[in-house]
Structure formats: structure tokens, C-alpha cells
């Protein structure tokens, strides 16, 4: 008989990769793809025919199609839309985003609206694909990561996406609570700290876990979900558009998609580069026309010194971060026995400098920054397969506060930024009109504790059929269960009958509105 497994996927901004616990050692595999790469681009793209592309043939046409080419799209995934988001993306993507009718952010491709959701569940299809063509049996559970920062909103678009294609994901786990598995299973700790410094393609996490044996309690977490790779990326290509506008003044390479794209891909390959060289070329020959047709080079070189003069005030931030989490997780450095880097940035020579003076101690060379996140997953999905031996418990926290708008405009909150999940919290309220038959509130999340709708708001929620009665004399009680996912649900009953009231969530209601 043919065990149906749970594969581990590590959905990433830049690229994404599965594996899978099998055979008699019960082994860690990662699944290969055609060509034999571990991993597939995380981009989807429609080309001038129509068909849809994803992973590596997306990739290789991105140059000549950049508008109908989506990556980087995990940084959208869950959430709303907001003008100033568009303008950010805008720095980093030539196609373009609009709201949808339900506020949320989608991408017109080819004449369709896409939404994140569905982009990501294209990606995952991909990836169930390779993987059940490479066990030879249907694949339709996973464990996905997620960033740690990751909002409940962001958390349930991944599952969403999964619901699209026929995957069930069973749990959303934090990429660095992943990462701690992949270090920590089999090597038998004995109540000992580990800090897990991600910067990956798109986003940064820092996490404090405490490992006992086979107990991953995560103390503290942070991050930025609009710090990683990419921005090292734009660094340079802001350097090189204004080294080239200084030497050919009038002529704007930001005009020509073509050559940014060009521009775009040189960068990331430079910095690569970086990570093992101190100097590179950077040329692209014929980069751009003038007006009158003549055509321009661009012929530049970069040293490592220069870059890192360009990002230091990134990998300072990240650091900043690291700060307040070490500091949330009420601990120093000193109490932290392992560093673990995970994430391709990392790779970076200043950012591995950086980490090892901010904790005093040189990262484990122990996992694999690019594969650690996928084997952890695959390590959780194997402990949910019925014939499974592996058992561990994670015990994670919130990354943000959980609360409601209070009468002043301020955050009520009901789960504080590092709260335990799962968690449930329960509150009362009263009626406050005569005849009162609903009640609603508005659930945001995020750390601006004085004004509400700075926050990430979750959805409206409303409870029905509240008995009648005088102002102040119905009792509601609201419970808030925050499932180990992270997500939040909630439920409400009249305190003093019991009955329990219907809840309707609206999800698509303006920020702020
Ligand atoms: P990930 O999301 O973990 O796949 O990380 C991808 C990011 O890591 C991208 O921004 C890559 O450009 C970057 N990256 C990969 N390899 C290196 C390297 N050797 N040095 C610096 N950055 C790298």
C-alpha cells in the first residue's frame, strides 16, 4: 500500500522548493525538478500566445515580457491594496497591481483579473505536480511556510491558494520555526536558545526558539515583510542608472523597461558575485538608444565595498530588529547557544559579519540557508502521516497584536505581539442601545497600538440575533481562538442564555473606512 504523503513546501518570494520525508531511514528529501534544480522561481507568467508559464520557463522570458511576468508576488499575498502599496511595488515590478472589488490586491494579465491567491496556487500546482510525479502518488496535503511576520490575513491566502488546486494545507508554519526543526530534530537539545536570522528574496524574520528535545517553543519574533534580496537588488540598480545618467545626461534608463529588466538582472548577478569576489564588471553593451538612434553602453564596475556602502543601512535595520526580539524573548545574547542564517541573502559577506558581532558567536554551518525551511516543513508534514514516528510539538507566537477598534479609535488588544498560539481569549460586552440585535467589530492587526486603523485590519465581524432587550442588560461573550496556524477565529454567545449567535465576516471593507 502506497502512503499518501505530506510534502513540506517552502513557498518563497524568489523561489520555492519541496520536500519529503520517505523510505525505511526515513530520510529527508528534497524534490527535484526537470533539470535536476531543487528549486522553481516563484513567477507566473501569461506570454503573447496566452499560455500560462511558471517557475523556470516563466523565468526565461521575463526580459521580454517583464509586464505580464508576476514575481515577488508573496509580498502581495493577503493584502489589501493601498495606493502607497502600488507605488512600492512599483519601484520593484513592471506589472502592474490594481484593487479588487473587495479591496484586495489582484494583477490584470493578459485581459484577466488574478488574484494573489490564485497566482500562488499556481505556483503550488507546480510544485504538486513535480511532487507527485516523483512519488509516484497523488499529492493533497502539505505543510506551506510562511514568513513569520506574516499576517492572519496573509496566513489564510495561503491556504486559500492550496483550496484552489485540491491541496489541503494542513498547517502554516513560520519558515524559521522550520528552520529550528531542521537543525533541532535529531540532535537531542536540552532546553537550548537558537536565533534564526532570515533574509530571504523578499522578506527578513528573526527568531528566538528555545529547543527542548523535540518541544520548539519560539520566544520572539519580528521582521519586515518589504526587506530582502530585492532591495540589495535595487540598490545597485539605482547606483548604475545614476552612474549612466552622469555619463550620458538626458538619457533616462528608468524610460526603458527593456534595459531596467537587463539592468534588474545584472544587479542580482553582481551582487551574487559579490559574495565571493571583490570587484565585478558591470556591463551591458547596447544598453539603450539615444532618441536619434544611437546606441549606449553601459560599462561600469562594482566593488564589494561599494555595495556594501550602498546596503548598510539595510543590513543595519535588520539588526535594529534583531535587537528588539532578543530583547521580547527576554533574553541577551549571551543566553543564545546557536545562530542559524537562512535565506539566500545571507550569503552576503557584511550580513554574515554583521550577525556574528550582534550575537558573539559565528552562525551554524550545521543547515543549509536555501534548503533548511523546505526540510523542516517536510519534517512537521511527516509527523501528521499516520505511520509516522516523528513527533514534535511547536509552540509559536504572533508576530503582531490581535485587537479591535476601541470607542476613542485606539487598539483594544486581545492577543499581545508574541502570544502563544494556539490561544483563546474570551470578552464581554454589553449591549449599549435599547433593542440591540447585533453586534459588530472591526479586527486589526498590527503594532500601532494608538490608532486602529493604522493597523492591517482582519475583517468586520458581525454577531446576530442578540436578544432584545434595554440598553446594557444582554451580556454577549466573544471568543477569540487563535488556531496554531496563527489564524483567528471567532465565535459569540449570550452569556446568560448561552445561545450561541451568528457570526458573518466581511472581509472586504476599506482600511480605515
Ligand atoms: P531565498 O528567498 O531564500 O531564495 O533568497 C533569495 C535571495 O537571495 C535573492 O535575492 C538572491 O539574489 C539572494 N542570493 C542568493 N544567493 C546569494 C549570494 N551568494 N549572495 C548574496 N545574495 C544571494
Not at 488574484?115 to 507546480?126: A, D, G, T, Y
Not at 494545507?169 to 537531542?188: D, S
Request: hydrophobic residues 40%; aromatic residues 8%.
Amino acid at each position: 500500500m502506497t502512503v499518501a504523503r505530506v510534502i513540506g513546501i517552502d513557498l518563497g518570494t524568489t523561489n520555492s522548493c519541496a520536500a519529503v520525508v520517505e523510505g525505511h531511514d526515513q530520510k529527508v528529501t528534497l524534490i527535484p525538478y526537470k533539470g535536476g534544480s531543487f528549486t522553481i522561481p516563484s513567477i507566473f507568467a501569461i506570454d503573447e500566445k496566452g499560455n500560462e508559464l511558471v517557475g523556470h520557463e516563466a523565468k526565461r522570458q521575463w526580459q521580454l515580457n517583464p509586464r505580464q511576468t508576476v514575481y515577488g508576488s508573496k509580498r502581495l499575498l493577503g493584502r489589501q491594496y493601498d495606493p502607497n502599496l502600488a507605488e512600492k511595488m512599483h519601484q520593484y515590478f513592471a506589472y502592474e497591481i490594481k484593487s479588487s472589488q473587495a479591496e484586495e490586491v489582484e494583477v490584470p494579465l493578459a485581459g484577466r483579473e488574478f488574484s494573489l491567491q490564485e497566482i500562488s496556487s499556481k505556483i503550488l500546482q507546480k510544485i504538486k505536480d513535480v511532487a507527485a510525479d516523483y512519488l509516484q502518488a497523488p499529492v493533497t496535503r502539505a505543510v506551506v511556510t510562511v514568513p513569520a511576520y506574516f499576517n492572519d490575513r496573509q496566513r489564510q491566502a495561503v491556504k486559500e491558494a492550496g483550496r484552489m488546486i485540491g491541496l489541503e494545507v494542513i498547517r502554516v508554519i513560520n519558515e524559521p520555526t522550520a528552520a529550528a526543526l531542521a537543525f533541532g530534530v535529531g540532535r537531542a537539545l536540552n532546553k537550548e536558545l537558537v536565533a534564526i536570522y532570515d533574509l530571504g528574496g523578499g522578506t527578513f524574520d528573526i527568531s528566538v526558539i528555545e529547543i527542548r528535545d523535540r518541544v520548539f517553543e519560539v520566544k520572539a519574533t519580528g521582521g519586515d515583510v518589504f526587506l530582502g534580496g530585492v532591495d540589495f537588488d535595487n540598490r545597485i540598480i539605482d547606483w548604475a542608472v545614476s552612474e549612466f545618467a552622469a555619463k550620458n545626461p538626458g538619457v533616462d534608463l528608468r524610460l526603458d523597461p527593456i534595459a531596467m529588466q537587463r539592468i534588474k538582472d545584472m544587479a542580482e548577478r553582481a551582487k551574487i558575485d559579490l559574495s565571493t569576489r571583490q570587484d565585478v564588471p558591470f556591463n551591458i553593451p547596447f544598453v539603450t538608444v539615444t532618441p536619434e538612434g544611437m546606441p549606449l553602453d553601459l560599462d561600469l564596475k562594482l566593488s564589494r565595498a561599494q555595495f556594501e556602502n550602498l546596503t548598510q543601512d539595510l543590513v543595519a535595520s535588520t539588526m535594529e530588529t534583531c535587537t528588539r526580539v532578543v530583547a521580547d524573548a527576554g533574553v541577551t545574547t549571551a543566553d543564545i547557544q546557536h545562530v542559524l542564517l537562512v535565506g539566500g541573502q545571507t550569503r552576503m559577506p557584511a550580513v554574515q559579519d554583521a550577525v556574528t558581532r550582534f550575537f558573539g558567536r559565528s552562525p551554524s554551518k550545521q543547515v543549509n540557508p536555501d534548503e533548511a525551511v523546505a526540510v523542516g516543513a517536510a519534517m512537521f508534514a511527516y509527523s501528521f502521516e499516520d505511520d509516522s514516528n516523528l513527533r514534535v510539538q511547536v509552540l509559536d507566537v504572533i508576530p503582531m497584536a490581535i485587537g479591535i477598534a476601541d470607542a476613542t479609535g485606539k487598539l483594544y488588544e486581545i492577543f499581545k505581539r508574541n502570544e502563544s498560539v494556539p490561544n483563546l481569549k474570551t470578552v464581554n460586552f454589553t449591549t449599549s442601545v435599547d433593542g440591540q440585535q447585533d453586534l459588530q467589530m472591526r479586527i486589526y492587526q498590527g503594532d500601532h497600538v494608538d490608532q486602529a486603523s493604522k493597523n492591517e485590519m482582519l475583517g468586520e465581524f458581525t454577531f446576530s440575533g442578540i436578544r432584545i432587550g434595554p440598553a446594557g442588560s444582554v451580556r454577549v461573550e466573544v471568543a477569540f481562538n487563535l488556531t496554531q496556524d496563527g489564524i483567528l477565529e471567532m465565535s459569540a454567545n449570550d452569556r446568560d442564555t448561552g445561545a450561541e449567535m451568528k457570526t458573518t465576516v466581511n472581509l472586504g471593507v476599506a482600511k480605515g473606512a
